[in-house]
Structures are given as C-alpha cells and as structure tokens.
C-alpha cells in the first residue's frame, strides 16, 4: 500500500505563487511514477503534472506549462509541484497519485493510488 498526504493549498491572488506538497509513505511506495491531478466541480479531472521514479523524466499540461513545475526528493519521498504566476482558472482540488511503475503518464487510469486533495482557491 502507499499513502499519500497533500498540503500546501490554500486561497491565493492572481499572479502568487504556491508549493504543494505530497508526501508518500507505505511499503509499496518504492520506485514509483508520481503526478498531480486536478478537479474542479462539474468537469473531469484534469491532468497536471507527473515525473517519473527518478527525475530525470517530468511532463506538464499545457495549460499549465511555463508556469507550473514538478519535482521529488526521493530521499525524503516527497514530490512538489511549483505553482507560479497562478490564474483564477487554476482553482481546484489538487491531487497527488502514485503508480505502481516508475515511468510517469497523464493518464488517470495509470494510476493505483490517491490522496486526498488539497483545495487552492486563486481569487481575481
């Protein structure tokens, strides 16, 4: 099992930064692809970022590219997702998944394991 714990969310202006971290624990957590998935009411959730197992490999939306950026610290088994320059329509629930390989993908079906979801809200 893995379990994974979002933080970092919270009510921010337009043009403000945020840094949302996932913290992973458990036994299977391992050599695992990790990304961050959105949600807001009424639509699917929306693929954000993910990275694979050891770094070097990282992909981002295109809504979001330029401006939002995933890292890990495998040591420490945290994965961050840098958010800059933040607009309205990045509201959200943002999630943190891990696979259970070490690649990374956009696709929400490739992932085992969720978190709970930390809620940014970007006022105007």
């Known amino acids: 099992q893995v379990q994974l714990v979002e933080s970092g969310g919270g009510l921010v202006q337009t043009g403000d930064s945020l840094r949302l971290s996932c913290a992973a624990s458990g036994p299977s957590f391992s050599k695992n692809g990790v990304g961050w998935f959105r949600h807001t009411p009424g639509k699917e959730r929306e693929f954000v970022a993910s990275?694979?197992?050891?770094?070097?490999?990282?992909e981002v939306a295109d809504s979001v590219k330029g401006r939002f950026t995933i890292s890990r610290d495998i040591a420490k088994k945290m994965v961050y997702l840098q958010m800059n320059d933040l607009k309205p329509e990045d509201t959200a629930v943002y999630y943190c998944a891990a696979r259970a390989f070490a690649n990374w993908s956009d696709k929400e079906s490739d992932y085992a394991y969720w978190g709970q979801g930390t809620q940014v809200t970007v006022s105007s």
């Open positions: 990275i694979n197992w050891g770094g070097s490999r990282a």
